[in-house]
């Protein structure tokens, strides 16, 4: 079971908690009639996620076992027959499809349906083409915050998408940042990384790390965050995304980690106490109305 387990790479649902933004910022996260759905979207990206990984790694069984931390997957290690995984993703295929039924919701269906294929199509071809490769790791996070807005009917503010957009092509930036400084094997495997270099994707790095900065300020600071919050305090947590930014930046420049997004945040003690005091500083801010 555990091989299998595996196989989904259940860890990285955690990048599915984009889905719960709009649930947090709409001040409805204790509300059971929006709570629900939300944690729909969120197994519905997560089953599809695993899908879509089921299936490449099927495909890519050859190619990832000559990877130095790729080979050690299920199938490209022999430990799970292509037979028994493709198996598998018609099984995690029919769990998932009841979960988008039960949404009732056409729109987000189709977020989830256009994130499938963009998904099937980055790591078939997409992923080697450059600067399109970034933007489609953007676009997956930018489905997560608009289908978890859809399901649950709330509006969501540009500034917020515009952070969304921003951060979300941070990261696929620092992802390509860390391959560029790892060992020769994992170059060898991306070919796309032939056509970037350290000093261009400095240079990203440091356009998209201020477009998160300059469009999460903006936002904390809009006339339609305070009215909606009741507080002009929300601004404080800027200070958190800034740390967060320069810490990020700081393990993969420093450090050569960061290939993988969720081993830097459940790893990193500072990032982890940082993502801490921003949870528990924000929900204090934006509820406080609530239950005083």
Not at 171 to 193: F, N
């Amino acid at each position: 079971m555990i091989k299998f387990i595996k196989l989904i790479r259940i860890t990285n649902w955690f990048k599915n908690i984009f889905v719960f933004v709009p649930l947090v910022f709409s001040k409805h996260l204790f509300e059971k009639e929006f709570f629900i759905p939300s944690l729909i979207a969120f197994f519905s990206f997560s089953f599809a996620a695993s899908f879509v990984y089921v299936i490449n790694d099927i495909f890519d069984a050859e190619k990832d076992s000559l990877h130095p931390t790729k080979k050690n997957r299920p199938i490209a290690s022999g430990v799970i027959s292509k037979n028994s995984a493709m198996i598998f993703s018609v099984i995690i295929f029919l769990v998932f499809i009841p979960l988008l039924i039960i949404s009732k919701n056409y729109f987000f269906i189709s977020i989830i349906i256009a994130y499938i294929l963009i998904n099937y199509f980055y790591s078939r071809i997409l992923k080697e083409i450059v600067i399109v490769d970034i933007f489609c790791i953007a676009i997956g996070f930018m489905l997560r915050i608009i289908g978890g807005a859809v399901i649950i009917s709330v509006y969501i503010s540009s500034w917020l998408i515009l952070t969304t957009l921003f951060l979300s092509l941070f990261l696929a930036v620092m992802k390509r940042r860390a391959e560029l400084s790892s060992i020769s094997e994992t170059r060898k495997q991306r070919t796309v990384l032939e056509d970037y270099s350290i000093s261009f994707i400095d240079q990203i790095s440091a356009i998209t790390a201020s477009g998160v900065i300059i469009s999460y300020a903006l936002y904390t600071v809009a006339d339609r965050t305070i009215i909606m919050f009741g507080s002009e305090y929300f601004v404080v947590t800027t200070l958190f995304v800034v740390f967060g930014i320069f810490r990020y930046m700081f393990l993969v420049i420093n450090k050569n980690i960061g290939e993988n997004i969720v081993d830097v945040l459940f790893k990193d003690v500072p990032m982890i106490i940082n993502l801490i005091l921003y949870v528990f500083i924000s929900l204090i801010i934006i509820y406080h109305k609530i239950y005083v």
